[in-house]
């Protein structure tokens, strides 16, 4: 008989209990398609290797009452860093093994029975040893700044963070992310990712995700991608004219202008090429020169917001751990450097003071942290499958801790959207969230169903266009509804007051939910 077979199909099953802090030995879980190994390091002398995609181990832990707790693995990859899932109850995060260490996974709610905690490859070759659970007994507060981090940010900036900083924790901006630009003609309301969240749900999205790709590169002066450029801008008036968020994410193309890629796969670019040997830029190559051209062009765009009134938010460099970005490739110091150089060139020297900054991170990004002073708002990039509308509270948290709670969360891009009575009930209600386009056969829009489109973006706790109706100069407090007695068929107006009858047309509130009469 194959014994790797033999193996592989043999179930061992162990049923634990939480008592404030507890490690449970993964030869003695249950699990499937693993190989038991021995070793000195070891707890027991027995780890379980995972080399089939199709691997996991399972513990079942049983726990006396809903808690929250953080999730230690101890383990080492095989031949190098390995890339690990954790699934606690359906909420998934995942971390990192390299060199044999305990390492922190995140912080998961565990329900009060039996809770099934699954271990399995993102990327195979790797040992697990044990985990460890252990109960939260204080939870992190929040502690944000009341105020952006550019001491001179203008008014408007000043507003929209202040909009944001209100409403965190209590409600969620709906946000949409723009593909193709042929559609709008300057009328946001009429681009076609826009329409179709308004198709699917009845309400436009408060929140308008652009992208300055072909604004520098090697074709940004052909006539497409100048006028690309052109309908981003325009539409970002529109949007913000009309009460919502302009959002900037910048797939910069080369700068070297060898190639006009920004995937590290199709480009040589590295950044350290414009730098000395000790690790300063080297100011006078040309590379250096043209990584400040595109920065300007970049800082010109946004100072063109700021001369209309208009604030904007901007998630430079986005995704950078992954290593798919030419500005993510060589590592987390390299990228620091780029990312203060971004900010420092934009405020410092050009004078852009209307930006919320976004920096993107991943839990295990703390060496990527280009300094506190230098961000707002710190963001994930999730998709999950379609129609799976989880909290994904796991990251949420998990940048939370970050940053040490000092920041505003966002999720900066996703599929489907999360369910906002499952983001209030895991205490992870996002500061934004913003699904990929769906024109350019994305289809994004459609990772949600109508269903869930409509119970979301109708709840009042999800901030909508027709929220932000009254504009930036009459922007929105938060409602704070009346609580005495029932309050069922009850109206009130969206400043939370209370108001005799249902108006005859507008936004209002019925029994903690918007109605729009048109």
Known sequence: MNIRFLMSVLLFVCVTTISGQERYEAESAKYSNCQVVSGNNYSGGKALRMTEGTARVEFEINASHRSKCKIYAGGNGVGGDKVVRCTVNGSSSTFHLNAYDEVEIGSFVMKQGTNSVVISPDWTWFDIDYIRVQQIDAELAFNISPSPVDENATDAARAMYSFLLNNFGKKTV???????????????????????????????????????????????????????????????????????????????????????????????????????????????????????????????????????????????????????????????????????????????????????????????????????????????????DAYDYSSNYVSFDNLKSLTNGEKLIALSENGPIPDIEKEVEDEAVWSWWMPWYNTWDGNFVKKTSTAEWKKCMGDERVITLEDMSGGWSNSLSVPQLYTGGSQQHRYYDMSGRRITSRPSHGLYIKDNKKVVVR
């Open 174 to 384: 709906s946000g949409m992310m723009l593909g193709d630009m042929s559609s709008a003609n300057g009328n946001v309301l009429q681009h076609d990712d826009i329409k179709a969240v308004y198709s699917a749900s009845g309400y436009y999205p408060a929140l308008v995700g652009f992208d300055f790709m072909n604004t520098t590169g090697l074709k940004e002066n052909d006539s497409w991608y100048r006028s690309y450029s052109r309908a981003t801008i325009t539409l970002a008036k529109d949007i913000y004219k009309r009460g919502g968020f302009p959002a900037f994410t910048w797939h910069w193309r080369d700068p070297s202008r060898s190639t006009e890629a920004f995937y590290s796969s199709d480009t040589q670019m590295k950044i350290t090429n414009a730098m000395n040997a000790d690790g300063s830029w080297n100011t006078s190559s040309a590379l250096y020169m043209n990584i400040i051209k595109d920065i300007d062009a970049i800082a010109d765009c946004m100072l063109e917001l700021q001369n209309a009134g208009v604030a904007c938010i901007f998630r430079p460099l986005h995704e950078a751990n992954g290593g798919w970005f030419w500005w993510g490739r060589e590592g987390s110091e390299a990228f620091c450097k780029l990312y203060r150089l971004v900010f420092d060139e934009m405020v410092k020297v050009k004078g852009v003071h209307n930006v919320i900054w976004v920096w993107n991170a991943d839990a295990s990004d703390a060496s990527w942290n280009p300094g506190k002073e230098y961000f707002d708002v710190v963001s994930a990039d999730i998709y999950n």
